[in-house]
């Protein structure tokens, strides 16, 4: 995991571990760093907020987001009184999802009210999780009135400068507009915010950047065959677009510490056998930091396919492997199945999708029956 993006990318997919979280701005000091700093004011106040809303009932929520009310009377700077409005927001919805519903009501209407801010970097952070909010609830409205949503979001996100609030907000936009009306649409939609992020060059903006147009290229992969060129474990080199054509291709984003991921193995291994002698092919890229626990962990195991490895660059964790920011990763297990041509079948092919998806690739093939899942061999 990396850096502290947006909470609700962190919740978008249940089972996938998502890149954006606050693990590397949480983590505590190495022994041979200096001690943290005190904790500003407005800081302190988001800390003794954090341990209220636990055990995260709807009234310890309701506390947090009361006590985060002191921070308007600190003179927070806008970064300051940006991310306390969010998180207050973030509580009063979990409330609202915890079992409170005028909970929910509060958090809109206290966005609508910071959506008027004379500060124009609130303003816009407030408008965006509005709508993140909303583009949220929306997965029961007909398509007609969704799209009146994602045209709101989009004119957000293009019609102000770029900013990490507009940068969350265009993840959820893509990824929504793309459960709607497919790769295609997303892909251009997604190539023309990744165009108004392009040619940042200070972090975290930077990082947003690489990511959007990482989510064109991904959503291009229905049009445009594939590009992943990779180092094996035993240091040779892979380039799938020479070295598997002509063959159906499975590309596996892991690590080894996605409790997730892991538990696809077994049914990969399953599917790899019965196809792999009808041309399927699976490469499973791992975003571990180092090389090194990928190597035990296939030590312990006997999977038969393809495992690669690639450095991040310098200073970077795992999750900036080359061909993951590419492709804009962003939560793992990451499956993209390819035909023959390189073009992507599906972007999203795990568990039983996968298994069907193979079945539909490989008509004639025979596959066995599954054993019981009490049946071990």
Known sequence: MMFGLSPLLRVLLTGWIIAFSSVSLSA??????????????VEAVLIKAREAAQPRTSDDLLEAAKLIDQVWDLQPSPEEETKAMKTKARYLYQAGAAGNQGARFDAKNFLEQKSHSK????????????????LQEIITLPNREKQLYFDQAEACVLENPPSTATGDLAFLLIDSVHGVHGPVVAGKLASKIAQHFAGI??????????????MANQLALVDTPIEIKATRLDGTPLDVAQDLQGKIVLIDFWA???????????????LYEIYHPHGLEI?????????????????????????VWDAPPEGTPGWFNPNAMRYGVRGIPAMFLLGKDGKAIALSARGRRLTKLL???????????????DETP
């Not at 080894?256 to 399953?270: D, H, S, Y």
């Not at 035990?296 to 195991?301: A, P, S, W």
């Open 119 to 134: 500060v124009p970097q609130v303003a816009i952070a407030a408008r965006c999780s509005l709508l993140e909010y909303q």
């Open 201 to 214: 060059q200070t972090k975290p903006l930077a990082t947003y950047s690489q990511f959007l147009a990482g």
């Open 283 to 307: 490469v499973s890229i791992s975003l571990d930091d180092t090389q090194e626990p990928v190597t035990q962990f296939l030590k312990e195991r006997e999977l038969p396919w393809t495992f």
């Open 28 to 41: 505590e000091p190495a022994a041979d760093q200096p001690a943290a700093e005190e904790p500003s004011p």
């Open 256 to 270: 080894t510490w996605c409790g997730p991921c892991i538990r696809e193995f077994p049914e990969l291994k399953r």
């Open 359 to 373: 079945k539909e690739v490989f008509p004639d093939v025979e596959v066995p029956a599954e054993k019981p899942a």
